[in-house]
């Protein structure tokens, strides 16, 4: 299996279990892709990539807290924001440029 996101790794935070399928599905084209239930484990994994260029991505239960711990770290590139609903308010987003929504 070949990695298409070559020295990169996904990390996902999300505590929706029933996500199963797409985290089955992703292994198929990122052979790399590490998922968490808890914030706290999910930093100390983000942390200790200091070799890895990280793309994050993390369900609206856990994002702005997580994401302001996280943001500034040099191994996030990028942080995708999973959300089902639209109205809700994330202009607390524009402060972080690495935020995707």
Request: glycine content about 2%; overall charge neutral; some cysteine.
């Amino acid at each position: 299996m070949t990695n298409q996101f070559g020295g990169y790794v996904c990390v996902w935070l999300d505590k929706d279990a029933k996500r199963n399928q797409i985290y089955n599905e992703l292994r198929h084209v990122i052979s790399s892709l590490h998922i968490f239930d808890t914030s706290s484990k999910c930093d100390n994994y983000i942390r200790a990539s200091t070799k890895e260029n990280v793309v994050f991505v993390i369900s609206n239960t856990f994002n702005e807290s997580t994401i302001a711990r996280l943001h500034d770290l040099p191994q996030l590139v990028c942080c995708y924001v999973l959300c089902s609903n639209q109205s809700e308010d994330f202009t607390w987003a524009n402060q972080y440029s690495k935020v995707i929504i």
